[in-house]
């Protein structure tokens, strides 16, 4: 594993995802996500749908900017943490939209590290979690992963610590994965989930991207909680063990049933600082080719006094390639 080095970081411009299909164009359409001030807003995840599929998305930049190849009867779908989402029909001809968000507060269910999960699984909720992962590629050990991201510690109060924004300036690149998925499972599967440290130097259990985020979709992880439905959107994971760490949390999913964000705390039998996190991911390719990719990642630990230490990271790119294992530990 390869540890992030913020020495190492060099300015770059930003991408913007863009993951979808070809269909028949008769138009574009292009605008950007905006807040009630007009500034862009980063981390929108912007669909086009027709009336029954959805056949484009974007995860905008920090220019807020999307683009797509419109078709007939078409509509766009915005939906960002921290705003009220929006659907935006679309007429005829070319558009140059600007779609103005209004903040809202991050509406989730609390939730308690305590054995007040429930002891029965909600089978149609494991589905939909099974729907989920399938939709993304599975790890092998021989993907090389790269990132253009940037990331801050910061103590905060603790209200404001699950709110994933950052200044979306001063990107760097690093990165590769190496065995770390592996190595991280295996980690996982022996002892659990314990809670890292943001105060630390290295937060993540691998080189880029948390294990337990690639977890999240891997028949393991299926294996040590139940599911259980909190409404069409949303489903909740309990932890069946808590003899070794834990994680317990939710998922919030996209129409197509692919994984919008994630929200969890970590739980053990001895006392600690009370940990958890937030992950936003970025929509698997269509033909599920690209594994749980985040767009946002942010994890937190109180520190008494109402305050809380976090690190958190913005994601601004990706690449992934398949080499070949001789390659691994070259630098």
Not at 35 to 62: C, F, I, K, N, Q
Request: one cysteine or more; charged letters at 25%.
């Amino acid at each position: 594993m390869r540890r992030m080095r913020a020495s190492k970081w060099r300015a770059i411009v930003p991408a913007i995802f863009i993951l979808g299909f070809a269909v028949p164009a008769v138009a574009q359409v292009r605008g950007t996500v905006v807040d009630e001030t007009g500034h862009p807003l980063a981390d929108a995840v912007v669909d086009l749908w027709t009336p029954t599929t959805r056949v484009g998305r974007v995860v905008t930049g920090p220019e807020g900017r999307f683009r797509f190849d419109a078709i007939n009867e078409s509509r766009i779908v915005v939906r960002r943490i921290g705003s009220r989402g929006l659907v935006q029909p679309l007429g005829p001809g070319d558009s140059i939209l600007a779609l103005h968000l209004s903040s809202a507060p991050i509406e989730m269910t609390p939730i308690e590290v305590s054995g007040r999960c429930t002891a029965r699984e909600d089978r149609a909720a494991r589905q939909r979690w099974e729907r989920a992962a399938s939709l993304y590629r599975p790890l092998p050990d021989t993907l090389w992963l790269e990132a253009t991201f940037k990331g801050e510690h910061t103590r905060l109060p603790r209200d404001e610590a699950e709110r994933p924004d950052l200044d979306s300036t001063g990107y760097g690149f690093d990165g590769y994965r190496h065995l770390a998925i592996e190595v991280g499972e295996a980690a996982i599967g022996l002892s659990g989930y314990p809670a890292p440290d943001p105060d630390g130097d290295e937060v993540f259990a691998s080189s880029l991207t948390p294990a337990e985020l690639q977890h999240l979709v891997d028949p393991l992880f299926g294996r040590r909680v139940r599911f259980t439905t909190l409404d069409d959107q949303r489903i909740r994971f309990c932890p069946r063990d808590r003899q070794l760490p834990w994680i317990e949390g939710e998922f919030k999913l996209a129409e197509d049933g692919s994984i919008l964000w994630s929200r969890w705390r970590y739980g053990s039998k001895s006392p600690w600082w009370e940990t958890g996190g937030v992950a936003t991911f970025l929509a698997p390719s269509e033909d599920r080719s690209s594994p749980l990719l985040t767009s946002t990642f942010l994890i937190w630990q109180e520190r008494g006094s109402g305050m809380v230490a976090r690190w958190a990271a913005e994601f601004s790119a990706w690449r992934f390639t398949t080499v070949e294992p001789r390659d691994w530990h070259q630098p």
